[in-house]
């Protein structure tokens, strides 16, 4: 099997912002693929790099640093980077991995209004959206 088969990425730029979709897995085998595609969205007016992750089957420890080299790229490129479309299943790899950064500002402040809900009286409709 070849590592295309594996993990398809596509991006597409529109004006100062670019989504890369990942579908498959992303794993050892794969993510080799992903600073390609990265390098491939990255120009000079670029200021937001968007990776939808939610068709990913599988994400290993490998696929975890893989993620966090396409940050860190992004970021040298002064590129702002957030993971969209993180399903339940990977938000809790992340998490064990230590790897919180990845999801990004909105995701973090969302779990701080969810651990402050009993203090400042959060709606129950936005504490059962933040799960």
């Not at 730029?13 to 969205?41: F, I, N, W």
Request: glycine share 8%; hydrophobic share 50%.
């Amino acid at each position: 099997m070849r590592t295309q088969d594996l993990l398809e990425t596509r991006g597409v730029v529109s004006g100062d912002s670019a989504l890369l979709r990942l579908a498959g897995e992303l794993d050892m085998a794969s993510a080799p693929l992903l600073p390609r595609a990265v390098t491939g969205c990255l120009g000079p007016d670029l200021r937001r790099l968007y990776v939808d992750v939610a068709a990913l089957t599988f994400c290993d420890a490998a696929g975890i640093r893989a993620l966090h080299a396409a940050r860190r790229t992004a970021l040298a490129h002064n590129a702002a980077f957030a993971l969209v479309g993180v399903h339940r299943r990977l938000r809790r790899i992340l998490l064990l991995y230590g790897a919180g950064v990845l999801l990004g500002p909105t995701w973090q402040d969302a779990v701080k209004v969810r651990a402050a809900q009993p203090a400042t009286g959060v709606p129950p409709a936005v504490s059962r959206a933040l799960r």
